[in-house]
């Protein structure tokens, strides 16, 4: 809605306007005065709330108008603004630009008149900017390839932007023969190409879009090849001959022509497809069973043709030939020996004859073998034993019958042979020892196993020929093992001997651990153990930290326990040692540490105080013990700088003795150390005056 505004000055002349027309009007000598001029209308906006829409890109010009008031009009819309993305407002009301954006722009436009007083008026309008229809050329999705000498068709289609599409075009000019025919929303290229060549070319369509039509492109990639080779059926005329009730395959074969080729049979064959035969689509002829009679030279016409357009075509008249199949014959000239209860597996063969062939025993004598229907394959475990047993084996197919006789020995494997374990393992007393299972080799299965002299608390499963159990003594000793096969008649046997050792029960041989001082590196003996089978495993269980003995102690796999004591809180420290021998048994104890506080290091507390003077060359030797508090041991005294009087020594005791024979004053600084090596940090320094 619109907005009128007045200034108070047009308000006032209209309020005295009225009083005169009025205070005239009571004057009836006055009634044929003339009337006063009109004043101007009303100022408002006419142009419509929406005003023309523009498109983007596309050069936009509209006036807006108004009615009423006196003209000339000025025209304005709030500073900093313009009337959409792109446009410009002059002060005539004359919108105009080119939109860069899409959407909806709504302005509040203010139009000025000319009157004195001036009026205006304020509305908001709104200019919509729309996206331009672009045209695309959207057939085909790619140019096919076009033959040298072979008539080239393919059709372009546009599509979107505004129809109808006025203009087509292509850049660079197409290859020599070929012609572009634009017709309206298609365009065509056809004509034959003349030499080969490979270019790229762009396609343009122009719509009808006002003001400015619009132009789509789409880029082609053009492949002209050579001519190819005339299109030629290579298999010879004669095809390979066939035999009745088998199988046949032959594959046709062709030269030149282009891309794929596709076999048919000719639509002027002398003949049909020999009955068994096929033709597949790439030339497969075949077959599994040629029919009968035999023929000779039967022809057939075949055609093949390439993927070109137009096709490239060839005919071709070819012949084949039959015959019956050979007489079925057994090939296998014999069988080889069998050992009883060996598995047994060897195949037959034969040639010729037509069709499946059926296998089958026909009589004789059988070593519990079989004969496998289809393949003719004879398998089985043998038995008994023999020289020679003889039989006749019959292969059969759909027109012959052949038989053989073959004879084969049947003999006993060598004897069985106990071959594994190599050896033994060793046990422990009281420990589940490792399950080891025997095995052998040679002999007829199934092969009996049986142990002599196994040490008290083992077992032998005689059907899975596993030793397992809890050995209860220790010791070395032999233990036999017997297997026997089922050789018919006498069984055959097999023997080795072993040495079982059996240790003793593992045991951790360590009664107690020596004890430690804080801040002092810990030595002790190794960890013992016996028993089991070394090398032994040491570690620690149960404890936070892994094979922690105590805080700054470890131990080592080998059993040593090491390093320096960190804290006497908490001491003595127990931990759980456990041993593991080489066969995995394990032993644990209990074991402590204790650890010592750190010694007090000596505090020597001499003073000048206790220090007399002495006298020189006196008659009484001079004499006077040191002391110090703390330390271990017996401490050990030096001086450890400066010099004693003149005849003064130092004992290792702390006795300051002799007979002085320098008069002065001596300075010196003494140092006490203890069986830890330990010192006083702060030494005093000490004087001994000698008077003359």
Same mark, same amino acid.
């Given at each position: 809605m619109g907005t009128h505004i007045f200034s108070r000055h047009t308000i006032w002349t209209v309020f005295v306007s009225l009083l005169v027309a009025l205070g005239m009007g009571a004057c009836s000598d006055v009634s044929n005065a003339p009337a006063p001029a009109a004043g101007p209308t009303v100022l408002t906006i006419t142009s419509p709330a929406t005003l023309p829409a523009g498109s983007i890109g596309i050069p936009y010009s509209t006036t807006l108008t108004a009615a009423g008031g006196t003209q000339p009009f000025g025209w304005s819309i709030p500073s900093g603004q313009t009337p959409a993305p792109g446009l410009t407002m002059d002060s005539n009301g004359v919108i105009s630009g080119i939109p860069t954006n899409t959407?909806?722009?709504?302005?509040?436009?203010?139009?000025?008149?000319?009157?004195?007083?001036?009026?205006?008026?304020? =509305?908001?309008?709104t200019i919509a900017i729309n996206s331009v229809p672009q045209p695309q050329i959207s057939l085909p999705a790619s140019l096919p390839s076009g033959v040298v000498g072979t008539t080239y068709p393919v059709t372009l289609t546009a599509s979107g932007g505004t129809p109808p599409y006025t203009t087509w075009t292509v850049t660079p000019t197409l290859p020599a023969g070929l012609t572009f025919t634009p017709t309206g929303d298609t365009a065509t290229i056809t004509g034959i190409p003349q030499a080969p060549s490979s270019n790229n070319y762009?396609?343009?369509?122009?719509?009808?879009?006002?003001?400015?039509?619009?132009?789509?492109? /789409?880029?082609?990639?053009?492949?002209?090849? &050579?001519?190819?080779?005339?299109?030629?059926?290579?298999?010879? &005329? =004669?095809?390979?001959?066939?035999?009745?009730?088998?199988?046949?395959?032959?594959?046709? *074969?062709?030269?030149?022509?282009?891309?794929?080729?596709?076999?048919?049979?000719?639509?002027?064959?002398?003949?049909?497809?020999?009955?068994?035969?096929?033709?597949?689509?790439?030339?497969?002829?075949?077959?599994?069973?040629?029919?009968?009679? &035999?023929?000779?030279?039967? @022809?057939? /016409?075949? /055609?093949?043709?390439?993927?070109?357009?137009? +096709?490239?075509?060839?005919?071709?008249?070819?012949?084949?030939? *039959?015959?019956?199949?050979? +007489?079925?014959?057994?090939?296998?000239?014999?069988?080889?020996?069998?050992?009883?209860?060996?598995?047994?597996?060897?195949?037959?063969?034969?040639?010729?004859?037509?069709?499946?062939?059926?296998?089958?025993?026909?009589?004789?004598?059988?070593?519990?073998?079989?004969?496998?229907?289809?393949?003719? /394959?004879? *398998?089985?475990?043998?038995?008994?034993?023999?020289?020679?047993?003889?039989?006749?084996?019959?292969?059969?197919? @759909?027109?012959?019958?052949? *038989?053989?006789?073959?004879?084969? @020995?049947?003999?006993?494997?060598?004897?069985?042979?106990?071959?594994?374990p190599a050896s033994l393992p060793t046990g422990t007393v009281n420990v589940d020892y490792p399950a080891t299972t025997l095995s052998a080799s040679g002999g007829a299965p199934p092969l009996a196993f049986q142990p002599v002299g196994l040490p008290f608390g083992l077992s032998f499963n005689a059907a899975t020929a596993t030793i397992s159990g809890m050995p209860t003594s220790s010791g070395s000793q032999p233990v036999t093992f017997t297997v026997n096969d089922s050789t018919v008649p006498f069984n055959q046997t097999g023997t080795r001997q072993y040495t079982l050792t059996v240790n003793a029960a593992l045991t951790i041989g360590t009664s107690s651990l020596d004890s430690g001082t804080v801040g002092t590196s810990y030595s002790t003996s190794p960890l013992t153990a016996s028993g089991g089978t070394p090398p032994y495993t040491w570690s620690i269980t149960g404890t936070g930290a892994p094979n922690i003995a105590a805080p700054g102690l470890t131990l080592s796999s080998g059993g040593v326990i090491s390093g320096i004591p960190t804290t006497d809180v908490g001491s003595p420290f127990t931990r759980t040692y456990r041993v593991q021998d080489n066969n995995g048994v394990a032993a644990t104890k209990q074991l402590s540490i204790t650890i010592n506080a750190a010694p007090i290091p000596p505090n020597i507390t001499t003073t000048n105080a206790d220090l007399p003077n002495g006298l020189v060359n006196g008659i009484v030797p001079y004499s006077r013990t040191l002391t110090a508090t703390g330390g271990t041991g017996a401490l050990t005294w030096s001086v450890l700088s400066g010099a004693l009087p003149t005849g003064l020594t130092l004992s290792t005791a702390g006795e300051i003795s002799g007979t002085p024979s320098v008069a002065g004053t001596f300075d010196f600084t003494p140092q006490a150390t203890d069986t830890l090596l330990q010192t006083d940090s702060t030494p005093p320094l000490l004087s001994i005056t000698i008077d003359p």
């Open positions: 959407g909806s722009t709504t302005r509040t436009y203010r139009v000025v008149d000319s009157a004195q007083p001036t009026q205006s008026f304020e =509305t908001q309008l762009t396609f343009r369509v122009t719509d009808s879009f006002s003001p400015t039509p619009q132009t789509g492109a /789409r880029a082609y990639t053009l492949n002209i090849s &050579a001519a190819p080779a005339k299109l030629t059926i290579s298999s010879p &005329a =004669t095809l390979p001959p066939g035999t009745v009730n088998q199988g046949y395959s032959e594959q046709l *074969t062709s030269t030149g022509g282009t891309g794929t080729v596709s076999w048919s049979l000719s639509s002027s064959t002398p003949n049909p497809i020999l009955p068994g035969l096929s033709l597949s689509s790439g030339g497969l002829l075949s077959g599994s069973s040629l029919s009968s009679p &035999a023929v000779t030279n039967y @022809a057939m /016409r075949f /055609r093949v043709q390439d993927s070109a357009f137009p +096709a490239d075509t060839d005919e071709k008249t070819l012949t084949i030939t *039959t015959s019956l199949p050979t +007489a079925l014959n057994i090939t296998t000239p014999s069988l080889p020996n069998g050992v009883l209860n060996q598995p047994y597996d060897q195949p037959l063969a034969a040639s010729g004859g037509s069709g499946t062939r059926t296998w089958s025993f026909q009589g004789g004598t059988i070593p519990n073998l079989s004969i496998n229907s289809s393949t003719g /394959r004879i *398998t089985g475990n043998p038995t008994p034993t023999g020289p020679s047993f003889t039989f006749t084996v019959q292969v059969t197919d @759909a027109l012959f019958t052949a *038989t053989k006789q073959f004879t084969i @020995a049947i003999t006993a494997p060598p004897a069985p042979t106990i071959n594994s």
